[in-house]
């Protein structure tokens, strides 16, 4: 294969997988090379995904894999590194190491839809946290911002974790994030909410649940009606809980309208538990 048309061959194939472009831009920012768990953990998709991607740059004699140690480290070939000015001005990947949340969204529907993948929880969970966290931050007024707790402990004295905390100088509301895949998930979330006992001795003025209803597998095991009904119940004078529970297909956990319109509704509930007397 001669240079002319090894350069058009990368040009096609990064014109069909853009998360490739995206890996080489980011290699491009390293002296040294990345392995593909630590690439997995930049592009927030899971270690065999990436590995797929690393074999078929290798194939296509875009990246040289070296072994350090245990590590197998890839890094661009010469060849690519003479190109990728051209292709990165063509196509216009991030050009810095750090990708956006949006981005990352984008790079995870494309594999999903060029490998036929499904998301697995904690890939997803990594994906909508990230964008869900930016999302709400744009939404929220002057003098509402993200806090930071001391350790939180519920009425039998063991220790209680939130996602994000958000509030004034003067309240704090926890956001409770989670994806829900299953009646056990979702009983497990709600034993740990019912132990929290008055809010207030927590140095808390209230949680806002934020759920995420989605399908295991096939199989779609809890349905968001029953969950803001379940999650109803608990909600008592010393438990003040504002609910925003949504239903989403796996494409929709990788669909930035979609999280952002989940992200403004966050938004809004925390506005009004801090504005509440």
Do not use: C
């Given at each position: 294969?001669?240079?002319?048309?090894s350069?058009?061959t990368?040009e096609?194939?990064?014109m069909?997988?853009?998360?490739?472009?995206s890996?080489?831009a980011?290699?491009?920012?390293y002296?040294k090379?990345?392995?593909?768990?630590?690439?997995?953990f930049?592009?927030h998709?899971s270690v065999?995904?990436?590995?797929?991607?690393?074999?078929?740059?290798w194939r296509y004699r875009l990246l040289t894999?070296?072994?350090?140690?245990?590590r197998?480290?890839?890094?661009?070939?010469?060849?690519?590194k003479?190109?990728?000015?051209?292709?990165m001005?063509k196509?216009?990947?991030?050009s810095?190491g750090v990708?956006?949340?949006?981005?990352?969204l984008g790079?995870?529907s494309?594999?999903m839809?060029?490998?036929r993948?499904?998301?697995?929880?904690?890939?997803a969970?990594?994906?909508?946290?990230?964008?869900i966290?930016?999302?709400?931050?744009a939404?929220?007024p002057?003098?509402?911002?993200q806090?930071?707790?001391?350790?939180l402990?519920?009425?039998?004295g063991?220790?209680v974790r939130?996602?994000l905390?958000?509030?004034t100088?003067?309240?704090?509301?926890a956001v409770?994030?989670?994806?829900?895949e299953s009646?056990?998930?979702l009983?497990?979330?709600?034993?740990m909410?019912?132990?929290?006992?008055d809010l207030?001795?927590?140095g808390?003025?209230?949680?806002?649940?934020?759920?995420?209803?989605?399908?295991?597998g096939?199989?779609?095991?809890?349905?968001?009606?029953?969950?803001?009904?379940a999650?109803?119940?608990l909600n008592r004078?010393t438990?003040?809980?504002t609910?925003?529970i949504?239903?989403?297909?796996?494409?929709?956990?990788?669909?930035?309208?979609f999280l952002?319109?989940?992200?403004?509704?966050?938004a809004?509930?925390?506005v009004e538990?801090v504005?509440?007397?």
């Amino acid at each position: 294969m001669d240079a002319e048309e090894s350069y058009t061959t990368a040009e096609t194939y990064f014109m069909d997988r853009p998360i490739a472009l995206s890996v080489a831009a980011y290699l491009a920012d390293y002296d040294k090379g990345k392995t593909a768990t630590e690439l997995a953990f930049e592009f927030h998709v899971s270690v065999p995904t990436m590995y797929r991607v690393m074999n078929e740059m290798w194939r296509y004699r875009l990246l040289t894999p070296s072994r350090n140690g245990r590590r197998v480290e890839y890094q661009l070939s010469d060849d690519l590194k003479k190109a990728l000015p051209a292709f990165m001005s063509k196509m216009k990947p991030p050009s810095r190491g750090v990708v956006a949340a949006d981005r990352k969204l984008g790079m995870m529907s494309e594999l999903m839809r060029d490998y036929r993948l499904s998301l697995g929880p904690q890939t997803a969970y990594l994906l909508v946290k990230s964008s869900i966290k930016q999302q709400v931050m744009a939404n929220l007024p002057v003098g509402v911002r993200q806090r930071r707790l001391g350790a939180l402990r519920n009425k039998f004295g063991e220790p209680v974790r939130f996602d994000l905390f958000y509030g004034t100088d003067e309240k704090s509301v926890a956001v409770d994030l989670k994806i829900i895949e299953s009646t056990r998930h979702l009983r497990e979330r709600l034993g740990m909410l019912a132990s929290m006992g008055d809010l207030r001795k927590s140095g808390l003025n209230g949680i806002v649940v934020a759920y995420l209803i989605t399908s295991m597998g096939d199989q779609w095991l809890v349905d968001e009606k029953s969950a803001t009904e379940a999650l109803g119940s608990l909600n008592r004078g010393t438990l003040p809980i504002t609910t925003v529970i949504r239903t989403a297909a796996q494409p929709d956990l990788v669909n930035p309208s979609f999280l952002k319109a989940f992200a403004t509704s966050i938004a809004k509930s925390v506005v009004e538990v801090v504005s509440n007397e």
